[in-house]
């Protein structure tokens, strides 16, 4: 993970005795990023699966072979040439049932119906951009809420009227 993350360059925090801040990480380089010592932690579960597909990815044919009237070439992706030719229909990355329990727990309706979102566990566990959808969708549904009742009175109203 680590090799996959300085070959991606992801961006990683920096310990704060060494300015502090993001950088792009460079394995050589480790002992400058904060949290290294814990792989498990040091990255999200978003990270973790983009530095797996990156790698899955970069798998490289390396002997030019025919497998069942299928030909493969020499520095071709494996995965790649497989979805091409539909020897494999999808990549898709596993769940973490741990934490999939724990964010049901703090975020799946109806008990959970007034409380803030865990917009920080979401982004840690699908990413950045699922976490400004669920963020986005929360404000969409708050701001709604004045109209919807606004109208609720005026049909309540015009339905007496008539």
């Known amino acids: 993970l680590l090799k996959g993350a300085d070959e991606l360059q992801l961006e990683k925090p920096i310990k704060q005795e060494f300015g502090g801040g993001y950088k ?21 579960s978003q990270e973790r699966q983009s530095i797996v597909q990156y790698l899955l ?41 741990e934490t999939l329990n724990r964010l049901r727990d703090l975020w799946v309706w109806p008990h959970t119906a007034f409380k803030r979102q865990p917009i920080d566990d979401i982004r840690k566990y699908f990413g950045v951009k699922i976490a400004f959808y669920f963020c986005w969708i929360s404000f969409y549904t708050k701001a ?19």
């Open 57 to 97: 990815y970069s798998i490289k044919i390396v002997h030019q072979q025919e497998i069942s009237g299928i030909e493969f070439k020499i520095d071709q992706s494996l995965i790649q040439h497989s979805l091409d030719r539909n020897l494999i229909l999808q990549v898709i990355p596993l769940h973490n049932k």
């Open 144 to 162: 709604l809420c004045f109209p919807a009742l606004y109208g609720f009175i005026i049909w309540l109203d015009t339905g007496r009227n008539q």
């Open 24 to 44: 792009i990480f460079f394995f050589d380089e480790l002992e400058f990023y904060e949290g290294f010592e814990d792989v498990d932690k040091f990255f999200t």
